[in-house]
């Protein structure tokens, strides 16, 4: 989804952290993650795992951040800062490395594949640079990867740009550095460049040739000639990877002439492999190697296999069209698609077991440069890893009954996976998202309703515009057992908002049973801080049954819960029936609820700790009538703790005083720790 909005969230200190070190705990972004002595720490979503335990995706590997590692460069941040390296890390936090420096993981068991998060500098005019990383193991068996920042430094106003130099795109927008419209204001004011640089990190993969056993020593090391003035590193995920997978009773496609080294087109073999599997009714096959793949492959009732997502890669160039589509693409590129509805759509298709890595560099909207497209119903996707494309997987409806599991999305342009347009009844489940571009995952009834829709046991991982999980309307949607920690700028962990042209929420709309992580970020159109969840009335109102249970909301950067209207139609629109139980909160920056919209909401068992502002902040629409707030709330009983200024959820506040802080000051809240 688009966002134009900036700003900044306020540092996280060094000084908020030091107390925790000095108790024995291993630091990791504001957070604590707990290892043995002298072992390796082993985190998820930079936290201790048992505070997230049961939630987001059992993934198959182990995540350990930089900045508990040995090293002999320099741990930048815990930092929330937009548009900052440590801001954009897992945790908040990563170590930069000069050259010739490096830092060294423990492995936590046994492994023969990595998985290294980085960054490094963008050219001066950009479009990036490589630069070697060499991976040694015990001081042996080195290997160099060549990273690149050919994907990463974006810039400006939405849609963004990759060339630090530029002007303003949109010299008629708002913007908060100003606190003005540089076209009309006079004199002009001076922006500095480059503006709003971000999407900073990627990621590569390495198989490491043969199985270590835990307790060796993966050291990455800047070589001392690297051209790169730095590189950061902020995490390594080591995993033990199965043997390929071989299918010989099968349409291979090197039968029909691919070329697994990648050095020509293989797009034509995968189509005729493709139409044999149909007339035969085998699955097709695609062995070890990389397929060079240069636009879109559609798939209708078929099954394609790969070896595994780290031998079977399908990989290709983004290519300019010499005159647009009727959908308005420019480009194409690597991508499975089914047909698109008014084609009749795709059914029984399943893809499983292989990588698409696209090339893409820009976003441009209306291009069709996306992992997985089209409509396919009755259909799976399993296991799948995308990175590079503009977004990892586009749904466009109307479609049924399409599920994806297992599957990994990383550095995207744009949303990690969305279901666009009439999908019913499909899911996305122990699924792993990081660095998207815009929302992780999202549902978007545009139009035409989503409906009976699910977002089930997902891990997402520092989304560097908009949200973790959004949903924009739709009908019985569930949104359960997930786990999403750092979204960066203009969105949050949680999202219901009506807009974008959605259809209106209806019937039960489920939030279960999930856990954020220094979530609630800062609204840079606004200037304020959201919430780990916010609900958002902009076109119409939020109505239907919203049933928030069981979720837990961690070392919330201010508040955890928000409801909100836009100033415009803040008379207009409003959310009601919304029903919170069960809830834990551990850490807010302000907060515990903040309400700036009229309607109404219930609250029952919801316990919360550390609150460094006032529990409700309850502005309402903002019209402070001697009747009090346009928003009331409703005790329902057992809502326990607070913070600095007393119980959250005082009897002083219900249900409708006016209790409004249009900004208040920030308190770094501790660490999270088990409840």
């Not at 998820?44 to 900045?67: I, K, M, T």
């Not at 900073?200 to 990455?220: H, I, N, P, S, W």
């Amino acid at each position: 989804m688009s966002r134009n909005t900036t700003g900044a969230p306020p540092r996280w200190s060094a000084a908020a952290t030091a107390a925790l070190v000095g108790l024995g705990v291993v630091v990791a972004g504001g957070t604590a993650a707990y290892a043995t002595a002298g072992g390796p720490v082993v985190t998820r979503a930079a936290l201790n795992p048992a505070l997230v335990a049961g939630r987001g995706a059992n993934v198959g590997f182990s995540e350990q951040e930089a900045e508990n590692a040995q090293t002999n460069g320099v741990v930048i941040g815990p930092d929330r800062t937009a548009y900052s390296l440590p801001a954009e890390a897992s945790g908040r936090s990563a170590v930069k490395l000069a050259p010739g420096q490096y830092v060294e993981f423990t492995l936590p068991s046994s492994a023969n594949a990595i998985n290294v998060r980085y960054s490094i500098p963008d050219a001066p005019s950009g479009g990036g640079i490589t630069a070697p990383l060499d991976v040694t193991v015990n001081g042996k068996s080195k290997q160099t990867m060549t990273l690149t920042s050919q994907y990463s430094w974006l810039y400006n106003q939405y849609p963004f740009s990759n060339d630090p130099n530029a002007d303003l795109l949109h010299s008629d927008w708002w913007i908060t550095e100003c606190g003005c419209v540089p076209a009309a204001t006079s004199p002009a004011p001076q922006i500095s460049k480059p503006f709003r640089p971000f999407h900073f990190y990627d990621e590569q993969r390495l198989l490491l040739g043969k199985t270590y056993k835990a307790g060796d020593k993966v050291r990455l090391q800047v070589p001392a000639n690297s051209k790169a003035a730095w590189t950061a590193i902020d995490l390594l995920d080591s995993q033990l990877v199965d043997a390929p997978k071989v299918n010989i009773v099968a349409s291979n496609v090197l039968f029909f002439g691919a070329d697994p080294t990648g050095k020509r087109d293989s797009a034509d073999a995968f189509d005729m492999a493709i139409a044999f599997a149909k007339w035969t009714h085998l699955k097709v096959y695609v062995p070890p190697g990389t397929y060079q793949v240069n636009r879109h492959i559609i798939v209708d009732n078929v099954t394609i296999e790969g070896a595994g997502s780290w031998y079977t890669i399908i990989k290709g160039h983004e290519v300019a069209l010499s005159e647009p589509l009727p959908d308005k693409s420019i480009h194409t590129g690597v991508g499975f698609y089914g047909k698109y509805s008014q084609d009749g759509g795709s059914k029984n298709v399943h893809l499983s077991g292989f990588s698409i890595i696209g090339d893409v560099r820009e976003r441009i909207d209306t291009d069709q440069v996306n992992g997985i497209g089209g409509a396919m119903s009755d259909s799976t996707i399993d296991g799948l890893y995308i990175q590079h494309t503009k977004v990892g997987l586009w749904f466009d409806g109307p479609m049924n009954n399409t599920k994806v599991t297992n599957t990994t999305v990383v550095d995207q342009i744009a949303d990690g996976v969305n279901f666009h347009l009439g999908v019913t009844n499909s899911s996305v489940s122990n699924s792993f998202f990081r660095n998207t571009g815009d929302d992780a995952m999202a549902m978007w009834s545009e139009t035409t309703a989503d409906a009976n829709n699910t977002f089930d046991h997902n891990t997402v991982q520092t989304p560097t515009l908009a949200n973790g999980i959004a949903i924009y309307g739709g009908k019985d949607i569930t949104v359960s057992g997930n786990l999403v920690a750092d979204p960066i700028r203009e969105g949050s962990a949680l999202h219901l908002g009506t807009r974008f042209g959605a259809q209106p929420f209806a019937g039960t709309i489920n939030v279960t049973n999930n856990t954020t992580v220094r979530a609630g970020t800062y609204e840079l159109n606004w200037n304020i801080g959201l919430g780990a969840i916010w609900l958002y009335a902009l076109e119409r109102n939020m109505d239907a049954n919203v049933q928030v249970v069981g979720d837990n909301f961690l070392d919330n950067t201010y508040n955890a819960i928000m409801m909100v209207v836009d100033w415009p139609v803040k008379d207009q629109y409003t959310i009601t029936n919304v029903h919170f139980k069960d809830i834990k909160v551990d850490g807010t920056g302000t907060s515990v609820v903040s309400a700036r919209v009229g309607g109404s909401a219930t609250f029952e068992n919801v316990d919360a700790r550390n609150v460094g502002a006032v529990g409700v902040n309850n502005c309402g629409a903002f019209n402070f009538k001697p009747t009090g707030s346009e928003f009331s709330l409703t005790d329902l009983g057992g809502n326990d703790g607070g913070g600095t200024t007393g119980p959250w959820m005082a009897s002083w506040e219900l249900p409708n005083t006016i209790t409004c802080d249009d900004r208040p000051p920030v308190v770094v809240p501790p660490a999270p720790q088990p409840w």
